[in-house]
């Protein structure tokens, strides 16, 4: 973040309900003066009834770009001018350029997951997938998740309705069989995209029960960052489970926004050096 903010000061901003956990602004204005932008990066919670608003205040403030969080990802869409391919086929954005006025629509949310992923050496190709939640998240990788070969792909939420109409959705659009029952035996991957477990619920878990869903070779992922680790997390790594938090998928997801917002290409280094710092 630049320390003498001026008139020519560039603003960026996260919207979402609640953003006080967030730490994409510490993530984002650490890249600001890594990059040596004349830039600060702010955080903005704003009420469902507050969107319109929040998002027709881009233009009026002539904000540079905003990051999208939950739960307005696909409550921002109609007011913007237009979305990007990805953007259009996950219905969801999690990413906002103001380009001379004009509102564009991104999503990040896939690739910075498998993004985070392949720097972990975890592959999704030829893998059983287990995937909890129905919200946009779940929806986004729902839909991204085929360009990396999946074996197989299971979603399951607590209201299971929900979980049927998202994948009869998605699963109609794409022409591909998701899953809506566990299979009874453990899977490769099993990926959180619920809010359960995130503070300030850190008792709350998006399974009753990792019993034939999680052993010692299942990979966990678990969209949320803080706490570090959530109930879910720690009791995967009972099982012996291999696991990881939202903070890299996160850190992944905030370096391509700022290369959308910029029209500038990070380095692989720049990845490197941002995913091993402590935030």
């Known amino acids: 973040m630049n320390s003498s903010i001026n008139a020519a000061t560039k603003l960026y901003a996260l919207i979402g309900h609640p953003v006080g956990h967030s ?13 040596g932008d004349d830039a600060v990066y702010l955080a903005f919670d704003i009420e469902n009834d507050d969107v319109e ?8 403030l002539s904000m540079f770009g905003v990051n999208v969080t939950a739960p307005h990802k696909q409550a921002v869409i109609p007011f913007l001018d237009t979305i990007d ?8 954005v999690n990413v906002i350029k103001n380009d001379h ?11 910075g997951l498998f993004m985070y992923l392949r720097t972990q050496d975890v592959a999704i190709s030829g893998k059983d997938v287990l995937i909890l939640g129905a919200g946009g998240l779940a929806s986004s990788l729902l839909t991204g998740i085929w360009d990396e070969n999946p074996g197989s792909v299971t979603i399951i939420n607590r209201t299971t309705k929900k979980a049927i109409e998202l994948a009869e959705r998605i699963g109609g659009n794409l022409n591909r069989h998701i899953l809506t029952t566990q299979k009874g035996t453990p899977y490769d991957i099993v990926i959180n995209a619920a809010t359960a477990g995130m503070h300030p619920h850190e008792d709350t878990c ?8 999680v052993d010692s070779n299942t990979v966990v992922v678990d969209s949320i960052y803080n706490p570090q680790k959530t109930l879910l997390l720690k009791r995967a790594e ?9 903070l890299g998928m996160l ?3 905030a370096l391509l926004s ?8 990070l380095s692989s280094d720049i990845y490197k050096e941002f995913i091993e710092l402590k935030f």
């Open 251 to 253: 850190i992944c997801q």
């Open 23 to 35: 730490l994409s602004p510490a993530i984002q204005n650490k890249l600001i003066k890594r990059m």
């Open 85 to 92: 391919e990805k953007a259009k086929k996950f219905q969801a």
């Open 206 to 213: 998006a399974l009753e029960s990792l019993d034939g869903i």
């Open 238 to 246: 009972e099982k012996g489970a291999t696991i990881f938090n939202g």
């Open 53 to 60: 608003k929040a998002v027709l205040s881009i233009r009026a």
């Open 258 to 265: 700022y290369e959308i917002f910029t029209d500038r290409k």
């Open 101 to 111: 006025g004009r509102l564009i629509g991104f999503n990040t949310d896939v690739e």
